[in-house]
């Protein structure tokens, strides 16, 4: 597994067209393009890491697969009632289905559906309690107690966030949320300004390879039938408008966020975790999702077959 790893960096180092990093965040935009980092974990924690897998990075959108497991923790299946679990076909940040669909978001990853969790998950607590239980999930599941936010990040993101704004207040308009709008941003500013490294973002998904087990440190995390639930909802909608030929190239279900992150999950083999900073037009990352293709290709752990 190591000399695959290393192979599939070598081969990403050669390559030149990187794609491009996210500038509608300001605080993204000045990342190094040139950074590229793989993580493989088994489900028993063995780690297989090239590049700069303990540099830290934003992980965006890839925080969402931890607050949806969070809401249907608190929530079950009455969460339902306020995202719906089918793939949008539309950008990330989209906001034209909300109309037709009342104010319901297609899923929990495109942002309107990460803003309704956000607020599923708050309750009636304010952004800094709940900040903190998410934090707190999201150390748990990666056994690391140093996970922390990026306060320049999200900072960066409030002062830029005019779309995620509008998603937010659009659903308000249609009595969809709880809390007030302000501080159901904050909210989700903050958990997708979480600063991971590819090594523990990997180690936080073993639960998703083990059947809501982590088998390395023998903790349950979710019943059997949720951490299959959230693989599917994974392969249909963590690449947004290209969830479809995500699932064609890599056949896994994954995460990507807009800082380059990725993090896809083997049922039963392992759980990885790249980062490249560079975007493809979609918003996700180029060599990461080629390095998926290849290591996919590798290992024959795509989910259809070899
Ligand atoms: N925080 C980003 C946003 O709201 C997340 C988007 C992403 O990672 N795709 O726009």
């Known amino acids: 597994m190591q000399n695959i790893v ?8 050669s390559r030149t067209d990187r794609g491009k990093v996210a ?10 393009p040139n950074q590229f980092a793989l993580t493989v974990v088994t489900p028993e924690g063995k780690v297989y890491s090239a590049g700069c897998a303990d ?3 934003s ?15 608190k929530l079950g299946d009455a969460l339902w009632a306020r995202v719906g679990r089918e793939p949008s076909g539309d ?19 495109i942002n309107a559906g990460a803003i309704a969790i956000a607020d599923a998950i708050m309750g009636h607590n304010e952004p800094k309690e709940s900040l903190a239980e998410i934090l707190h999930f999201v150390r748990f599941v990666a056994n690391d107690e140093s996970i922390s936010i ?14 995620n704004a509008s998603l937010a207040h659009f659903m308000a308009s249609f009595e969809r949320l709880e809390n007030p709008v302000e501080k159901v941003l904050g909210t989700y500013f903050h958990h997708c300004s979480i600063s991971m490294t590819t090594e523990q973002l990997a180690k936080a998904g073993l639960f998703l390879v083990s059947n809501g087990t982590n088998q390395s440190t023998g903790s349950r995390v979710v019943p059997e039938h949720r951490a299959r639930r959230i693989n599917s909802l994974m392969l249909m909608c963590g690449h947004y408008d290209g969830s479809g030929e995500f699932a064609y190239r890599v056949g896994l279900p994954g995460k990507s966020g807009v800082g380059g992150g990725i993090l896809a999950i083997a049922p039963g083999k392992a759980s990885i975790a790249v980062w490249s900073p560079g975007l493809d037009k979609i918003g996700n990352s180029k060599l990461g999702t080629e390095a998926l293709e290849m290591l996919v290709h590798e290992t024959g752990w795509s989910i259809f077959g070899h």
């Open 150 to 163: 990026d306060e320049k990040v999200a900072q960066s993101e409030m002062m830029t966030g005019s779309r």
């Open 6 to 13: 290393d192979s599939i960096y070598q081969e990403m180092r």
């Open 91 to 109: 950008p990330f940040n989209s906001i034209v289905q909300l109309e037709h669909e009342s104010g319901i978001p297609r899923n929990p990853f």
């Open 55 to 57: 540099t830290l990075f």
């Open 59 to 73: 992980i965006q959108s890839i925080s969402k697969v931890f607050t949806l497991t969070m809401a249907l923790g």
């Open 23 to 32: 500038n509608y965040i300001p605080q993204l935009a000045c990342v190094d």
